[in-house]
């Protein structure tokens, strides 16, 4: 497959999908991605198959914040700079780029960036959707070191991050995102074309691209009925009579329907405006807003107890649907006793708790 | 006494009121197909016009140029920013025919900032040169859009006067006086108000010529798509404000005259039914900003639905629902020509001229929007001050009355996952039309 301007606006919208309710602002990852293939020509999609086993992979996104991106639209250098110091540090050529993050603005810099390099794009990347910390990745929970990593902006001012962990790595990105103005490209759990294959989450290119062209079902279609806190979507039509409740922290987190949920994190949650056909990203949501939710699985790996103890339910302080998470577990959580209160579900207040205080498109909180 | 006209596609309508508010009277006539001024003409001539202290009029002839592609000129588009502001060219994403009505070509140079002082670099002189010369003989107007201009403009003024300085004195239109955050939106909307300023420097000068014979020594102001009124001197400066002005007028007259500051309103017209909300007496603005003709703005406009005419009931019931802060909780207001054939909601006496009483009834109003670090309250309320200051300072540029200014709205939001911590504030400010 070749992404070309014809087919970004559904590799686009499948990474919008993705971004379940965050992951930054698309419409300029997306600008950004088209100004590249207008400039450089369509993008190779290669399997991890086709890799040279001994090139390296650079898994490539920004982190910052929202507000500043829509100012500081980004340049066209961040992917050669972050190349030169990967090639210097790891002391082999980048054979391909891969997205560290499908979901949200990332999926489409990640084009951006590699036809501009005019390397091909692996169809692969590191979360099979959006998530907020840059450790949330299957090379986290598969051993890849998650350094060298390097940090530069649009002059090609760099920092590279060594010897840490994947928390650490996200300490020592916070500490650095100010002096960055808000705004940074990064490089990290550098793989070689040999780990691609078990160390990352498979196809996600090509998913973005099919997601985009057509999308599921939807869980439920009506209106939002509340938007302080959790949403509330009162269903219409079809769903006229049913209710249900959509967690959200910077992320949509989890769809609740009488005290059951129906989906939750690590699986990805989106909700689409019903007459502009536009994903909503959860700052947008309003009452009144005509909306279709749904859900689309996250790579099977997140389900793994070391997967949900990285992005699961819990890691983003929702305590009572760890059954959901759990294989089969699907119909637990219900009635009133649980741990969380009516429907067994915790509020995402404590989302600031086990995997950090994390927020959309690798966003850094203080 | 003051007068509201509302220039429509078909008909002007004109109101006069008395200054507690009072409707005394008012009249439709037809509208001149190109000649705004003189349906005004014919609108006012039917009305007392003797005490008139200020006349406002709302248009809709830069829409409609912007929409046609009629009248606007070529522009050379300058974005300061250099490396950071690259990825996205200018232009980028507009419709190719307006782009080509539009574009004498472009450059991005080194300079611009970020929400730090020390992120600033240096404005490149020589580029911006090479910029004007690039453009000369091709460019009729020139827009210049810096990198965080709106937290400092001073760039992208140094920047015109090198572009006066090569090319004569040609209308440059910067976007740091937008003063909104988005630098795509504020380069598109500020490439737009470059472009129409030839409309809308004949349209300033037809109205003044006109209002000047039939009403003298009243002040002329135009309405704008915030629900506020500028001077026509503004207009010719920004026309892009008064963009979506139209609806706004409607929807503040029939707040006004429903004696509400808070509803939701059914303007039912011959084709059509635009439904939009007032909060506290200004229109509910559209989120992530207006597109107009096609191209994404930073301008603040009306969120409205339209619904076509003959209209489904459920059609309108769920675009009035859509508008609703909660289920229900605001009342209807329903005018415009065709509100007889909406049964429900309130239907205030002279409805069908809410355009025109909406424009005679409202203020001059002016905004201001930046970035600040606040490390704690105390520096917060200084810096809120500034920016309600720039924003009391708009007003008056746009032709307010500077004993009479007053803060509308003051809000800060928190920028998520920055440092700092960075705060965004906001500030609208309105006072009485001056009469200097």
């Known amino acids: 497959m070749r992404i070309d301007t014809g087919l970004l606006p559904a590799f686009a919208r499948g990474c919008a999908v993705l971004g379940s309710g965050g992951g930054g602002p698309v419409a300029i990852g997306r600008a950004a991605a088209r100004q590249a293939l207008e400039d450089h020509g369509p993008v190779e999609v290669v399997s991890p198959t086709e890799l040279d086993p001994s090139l390296l992979v650079m898994p490539v996104g920004t982190a910052g914040s929202s507000a500043v991106m829509s100012e500081r639209v980004g340049g066209t250098e961040e992917p050669v700079h972050l190349r030169d110091k990967i090639e210097e540090l790891f002391g082999a050529p980048v054979g391909a780029v891969m997205a560290s993050e499908i979901g949200g603005t990332n999926g489409c810099l990640a084009v951006a960036w590699a036809a501009r390099l005019g390397l091909p794009l692996v169809d692969a990347d590191g979360m099979s959707r959006a998530f907020p910390g840059m450790d949330q990745t299957v090379m986290q929970l598969r051993g890849v070191s998650p350094t060298p990593a390097v940090m530069c902006d649009e002059r090609g001012r760099t920092v590279v991050i060594d010897h840490v962990t994947g928390r650490w790595l996200e300490r020592f990105v916070r500490a650095s995102l100010e002096a960055f103005g808000g705004q940074v490209a990064t490089s990290e759990y550098v793989l070689r074309g040999h780990q691609v294959a078990s160390c990352t989450a498979l196809g996600s290119v090509t998913r973005a691209v099919r997601l985009g062209e057509r999308l599921p079902e939807p869980i439920v279609t009506g209106k939002i009925a509340e938007a302080g806190g959790s949403v509330l979507v009162e269903g219409l039509g079809p769903d006229e009579g049913r209710l249900v409740r959509v967690e959200a922290g910077s992320e949509f987190l989890a769809v609740i329907e009488d005290g059951a949920p129906v989906a939750a994190v690590p699986d990805v949650i989106a909700l689409l405006d019903t007459r502009t056909r536009e994903v909503v990203q959860t700052e947008q949501v309003r009452y009144g807003l005509r909306v279709a939710v749904l859900t689309v699985p996250c790579d099977p790996v997140w389900h793994t107890p070391e997967g949900l103890r990285l992005a699961g339910p819990a890691a983003f302080g929702l305590t009572g649907l760890t059954a959901l998470a759990a294989p089969g577990g699907l119909t637990g959580g219900s009635g009133t006793g649980g741990p969380g209160g009516p429907g067994g579900l915790g509020g995402p207040a404590g989302a600031a708790g086990a995997a950090g205080p994390l927020a959309d498109r690798r966003e850094v909180a203080p | ?436």
């Open chain 2, 1 to 436: 006494m003051r007068a509201g006209v509302d220039v429509g596609p078909t008909n002007t309508d004109a109101a006069h009121l008395a200054d507690d508010g009072s409707v005394l009277a008012t009249v439709k006539v037809a509208s001149v197909p190109g000649d705004p001024a003189a349906g005004v003409r014919a609108a006012l001539a039917r009305l007392p016009r003797r005490e008139l202290t200020h006349v406002a009029v709302g248009l809709r002839a830069t829409a409609a140029s912007v929409v046609r592609r009629q009248g606007l000129r070529k522009v050379g588009v300058l974005r300061i920013g250099g490396a950071p502001a690259r990825a996205v060219r200018p232009l980028s994403g507009w419709p190719p025919d307006l782009r080509e009505a539009v574009s004498a070509g472009y450059a991005i140079v080194d300079g611009g900032g970020g929400l730090d002082p020390e992120d600033w670099a240096p404005l490149d002189r020589d580029a911006v040169a090479r910029f004007a010369s690039g453009v000369a003989g091709r460019a009729q107007a020139v827009a210049v859009a810096g990198l965080f201009s709106p937290l400092d403009g001073d760039q992208e003024r140094e920047a015109a006067e090198i572009v006066r300085a090569e090319l004569g004195d040609l209308p440059i239109a910067l976007s740091a006086d937008l003063g909104s955050i988005g630098l795509l939106e504020r380069e598109n909307a500020t490439v737009l108000d470059a472009a129409l300023s030839g409309v809308a420097g004949a349209l300033a000068d037809g109205l003044a010529a006109t209002l000047a014979e039939l009403c003298p020594g009243a002040a002329v102001l135009v309405t704008r798509g915030d629900g506020t009124l500028m001077s026509l001197e503004h207009l010719a400066r920004h026309p892009g404000l008064s963009l979506g002005s139209g609806p706004a007028s409607v929807l503040r007259g029939a707040g006004v005259l429903a004696g509400l500051g808070d509803a939701v309103v059914a303007d039912v017209g011959a084709r059509r039914i635009t439904v939009g909300a007032l909060a506290g007496g200004f229109p509910e603005e559209a989120v992530g900003g207006a597109e107009i003709g096609g191209v994404p703005v930073g301008f603040r406009v009306p969120s409205l639905i339209r619904v076509p005419v003959p209209f489904d009931p459920a059609d309108l019931a769920e675009a009035v629902d859509r508008l609703q802060p909660g289920p229900g909780r605001l009342p209807l207001v329903v005018v415009g020509g065709g509100a007889e054939s909406v049964p429900q909601g309130l239907h205030p006496p002279h409805g069908k001229a809410a355009g025109a009483i909406g424009a005679a009834v409202s203020p001059v109003g002016g905004q201001y929007e930046r970035i600040v670090r606040a490390p704690d309250r105390s520096a917060l309320a200084q810096a809120m001050e500034a920016v309600a200051e720039e924003a009391r300072a708009a007003a008056v540029r746009a032709g307010a009355d500077p004993r009479h200014v007053r803060i509308l709205e003051a809000a800060d939001t928190r920028l998520a996952y920055l440092p700092g911590p960075f705060v965004k504030l906001r500030a609208r400010a309105a006072g009485p039309p001056s009469r200097l």
